[in-house]
């Protein structure tokens, strides 16, 4: 099968003529892909809603698939009280975990090292006026030989605060190839939501958790309680980007760079690194996210020029040696930054290249990838209609699973031509935009499509494989 063309700047009429070339490629090669090239099953039928995360579904044996029950189509309503798993042969559902006093808890992933299961969990009700909100969640690790479930994250929001604890909510902990740190997102309960004075505010970071470093706390709040992690944010943000500079407001859809770390122009090993999603300020004023990257020290412990745990006025800060450098430039473009739907920076295996979505000059979601040592961004994806969903990287590097144009596709890296898995019909709905998940093997995607099912319609767990 030949390769099509693949532009690297999209610019110009020259971009035009091969942008229509390569749509007519697709078309003819792939617009009549047959069904039966496609074994697409549904694996799960109960009428309850079935929420996939973005990345790590699939257990390391690729077996079971994880995923939690909340109701609404999104996923944005955080109400949902089981962790199930389902096996992916003989469709066999096990609940893991059954939220107590009316807590609630969602989007478990596998540690693909161990085969725990990390989640999240909210307050229980009547918890002194604690109620659910992004600052007042947890993370927890469900141990997979016994079944018991820890904190990963230590909670102290009384001074004076405790290096390796927080003092706020985490969000989707993902573990590194090796298993021993987790990355998540962070959203602090004590700072304000707007500016007060000389004080921070709450803005979204990204934090990582390191295993095999207990943190205990002090009972001075009801809500604090002692983690099996060390914990710290490693980004900076700042309340007002300077319009220009590559300060930023938010910091999130963070990604492991590489299995293994990625290697420096000078040829040796950054061997932990996340890549993330950084809202800067435009020279004109506009906010608009680019592609991040923090190089992570080896150790993650030790203080910088401020405290780890924060301060009353403070938000927690980055361990010493944390270096945080912007990887895109996209200002001059007629759509800047980081493209919708949402998803989250996906790495190569080998730490080569980072995959977001950017819009082409006809307002078109593509795949680009750029590298982690920076320099011009990649097109990848050049396809008339846009990247529908969240993706991730099959395990040989080679392609790149996503939604688009109703249908589960896979897109190879080096011609970029995207090959449906199926026909797009219009009986089914298409793919959730939130994941697209391969398998271990790296021949079967995990999806959600929405279907029918007795008085109603819910999110359903599918499975294609090729």
């Known amino acids: 099968m030949s390769a099509a063309l693949v532009p690297h700047d999209d610019q110009g009429p020259k971009a035009d003529v091969e942008r229509a070339l390569l749509g007519l490629v697709n078309s003819c090669m792939f617009g009549h892909t047959p069904r039966a090239m496609n074994a697409e099953r549904q694996l799960t039928f109960a009428p309850c809603g079935h929420i996939l995360a973005n ?25 949902g009280g089981r962790i199930e798993k389902a096996n992916v042969d003989t469709g066999e559902v096990v609940v893991l975990y059954r939220s107590m006093r009316g807590a609630k808890c969602g989007v478990p992933v596998f540690n693909p090292a161990t085969g725990d299961i990390f989640f999240l969990l909210g307050p229980e009700e009547n918890s002194d006026g604690w109620t659910y909100a992004p600052c007042r969640r947890q993370g927890m690790r469900l141990d997979a030989q016994s079944g018991r479930v820890h904190h990963l994250d230590a909670r102290n929001l009384v001074p004076p605060f405790t290096p390796g604890a927080l003092r706020g909510g985490t969000h989707l902990h993902v573990s590194n190839a090796r298993g021993e740190l987790a990355s998540f997102t962070y959203h602090d309960a004590l700072l304000p939501a707007a500016a007060e004075g000389d004080v921070d505010i709450d803005q979204r970071n990204v934090g990582v958790c390191v295993a095999g470093r207990p943190v205990r706390v002090p009972r001075s709040h009801p809500q604090n309680h002692d983690g099996e992690c060390f914990s710290a944010l490693v980004t900076r943000t700042v309340a007002c980007p300077r319009p220009g500079s590559d300060e930023i407001s938010r910091a999130c859809e963070e990604a492991w760079v590489g299995d293994d770390g990625y290697l420096r122009p000078d040829g040796s090993r950054q061997t932990r690194a996340l890549a993330f999603q950084g809202e800067v ?34 938000r927690p800060a980055p361990p010493r040696g944390c270096c945080q450098r912007r990887l895109t430039f996209t200002e001059n473009r007629p759509l800047p930054g980081v493209a919708q739907p949402r998803h989250w920076l996906r790495s190569s295996p080998d730490g080569s290249q980072i995959a977001f979505l950017l819009n082409d000059h006809a307002g078109v979601s593509q795949i680009w990838t750029v590298s982690p040592k920076g320099g011009p961004p990649r097109q990848v994806t050049n396809n008339p209609w846009p990247v529908a969903s969240a993706f991730t990287w099959s395990p040989d590097g080679r392609s790149i699973a996503h939604a688009g144009d109703g249908t589960v596709c896979i897109t190879d890296l080096v011609s970029g031509v995207t090959r449906r898995l199926a026909l797009a019909d219009s009986a089914a709905s298409a793919p959730r935009q939130q994941a697209c998940v391969f398998s271990p093997d790296g021949h079967r995607i995990a999806y959600v499509r929405r279907v029918s099912a007795g008085n109603g319609e819910f999110n359903q767990v599918f499975i294609s494989e090729f």
């Open 281 to 314: 300020v435009g020279r004109d004023g506009r906010p608009f996210s680019e592609v991040f990257i923090v190089d992570l020290p080896d150790d993650l412990t030790a203080a910088g020029d401020e405290p780890l745990e924060g301060t009353p006025h403070r």
């Open 55 to 79: 990345c790590d579904v699939w257990s390391p044996d690729g077996k079971w698939i994880v995923y939690d029950v909340r109701s609404d189509a999104a996923g944005a309503v955080f109400d």
